[in-house]
């Protein structure tokens, strides 16, 4: 089948067929039985690397093309190319886990639409859905031996960026697509702990028109000073607020979030253009509205944030991604001063939602909607 892909270069549309598949070419002198164990013994997040990655390349001639699955090594770039310079890069995350049926994926399909939606953004060439899911197949059973029992998961980190090497400003003729894979303990280590976030005064994350919505480096790059302003104050992570009235809540450096409110309804910020779609949000509205809560995806104000937090209306808060998955919000602290929330610990309702989002990646709750994705 022909997928028509524009070169946003010059308008022009290239043909692309997605029949390719993943040339393996194994490992030559792969990670010993011994020294994997060693190293997945206590993984941490992103350390330690399996022995393989998925590459491949794309041209505005051929389309996507050399497909490979082959020993994890650095790349030569040109020092030129435009990645470098104008952070023309863009990423996927998400996780394999051992479950009784095999090793599943969770919603890939989601992952391959968003990351397309992030190359068009960024003016850089979409990967057809099946393309992408067979990357990260053929990765995961070239690295099945690095994804761990229990609680672990072996994270996977899709990403695409400009090589051409060319110091103009417009979209590059170039690209690499990559695929990587790191195992990874539970996020949190003997029992889950709420977090304390920073509510950011002097940085925003996005504004309208923006790349928010992308998930692309750029926006962490952009985060990351106040990221360490938040380490500064004692906190975990830094929450974002609107760029426009610096007013409205939307998410933290790398998690959504979600309110618990005391009439049985859930509250997130709404999408529109400065917020991550995470699939983990949308998981937890639909996991939610099946359980009887009542979900509103409405601008939330820090404001209110607080008066709600003060007066008890809010009962619990809480941050969801594919890293943590679900993680309670125990204190939020600002500038002029702090508030807890509920008993500042992980409430009933992030709890429970966790525990139904969990059961259902690693295949011990009843996966009613067809979210997990067996690796033949
Ligand atoms: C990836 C990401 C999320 C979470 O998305 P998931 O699909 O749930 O992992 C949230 N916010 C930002 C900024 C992100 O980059």
């Known amino acids: 089948m022909d997928y028509a892909v524009s070169n946003r270069d010059t308008g022009k549309v290239h043909p692309m067929t997605d029949n390719q598949s993943f040339k393996l070419t194994k490992h030559p002198s792969p990670t010993s039985p011994e020294k994997r164990a060693a190293l997945m013994e206590n993984?941490?997040?992103?350390?330690?690397?399996?022995?393989?990655?998925?590459?491949?390349s794309w041209n505005a001639e051929q389309g996507w093309h050399n497909g490979e699955v082959k020993a994890r090594a650095p790349f030569a770039i040109d020092p030129a190319a435009a990645v470098l310079h104008y952070a023309q890069e863009i990423f996927e995350g998400m996780k394999a886990y051992r479950t009784k049926d095999g090793i599943a994926l969770f919603r890939p399909e989601e992952n391959a639409r968003r990351m397309a939606m992030s190359a068009e953004r960024m003016a850089m060439p979409a990967i057809p859905e099946k393309l992408f899911i067979e990357a990260v197949e053929a990765l995961v059973r070239a690295d099945a031996d690095w994804i761990p029992e229990g609680d672990g998961s072996l994270y996977i980190r899709p990403f695409m960026f400009s090589s051409e090497p060319f110091l103009g400003v417009r979209p590059a003729s170039d690209y690499i697509f990559c695929v990587i894979a790191s195992p990874v303990g539970a996020y949190f280590k003997g029992g889950y702990k709420a977090v304390t976030v920073w509510v950011s005064d002097d940085y925003t994350r996005a504004a309208p028109g923006g790349t928010g919505a992308a998930k692309c480096g750029g926006n962490y790059a952009a985060s990351l000073i106040a990221q360490a302003e938040a380490t500064?104050?004692?906190?975990?992570?830094?929450?974002?607020?609107?760029?426009?009235?610096?007013?409205?809540?939307?998410?933290?450096?790398?998690?959504?979030?979600?309110?618990v409110m005391d009439d049985n309804r859930l509250v997130t910020p709404p999408l529109g253009g400065t917020i991550l779609p995470g699939i983990t949000r949308a998981s937890i509205i639909k996991l939610a509205q099946e359980a009887g809560l009542t979900v509103e995806e409405k601008p939330y104000s820090f404001e209110e944030w607080r008066k709600d937090a003060e007066s008890g209306k809010l009962r619990e808060a809480f941050a969801c991604g594919t890293a943590a998955v679900v993680a309670g919000i125990g204190s939020v602290r600002f500038k002029d001063g702090s508030f807890s929330i509920g008993n500042s610990g992980d409430g009933e309702v992030t709890a429970r939602l966790r525990a139904n989002l969990v059961g259902i990646q690693r295949g011990s709750v009843d996966d009613a909607h067809g979210w997990v994705h067996v690796v033949r």
């Not at 993984?43 to 491949?56: A, L, N």
């Not at 992570?237 to 959504?256: P, S, T």
């Open 43 to 56: 993984p941490g997040f992103g350390k330690i690397f399996s022995d393989h990655m998925v590459t491949m």
């Open 232 to 259: 500064r104050n004692g906190c975990d992570q830094v929450v974002f607020l609107d760029a426009v009235e610096h007013r409205w809540v939307e998410e933290l450096g790398g998690m959504n979030v979600f309110f």
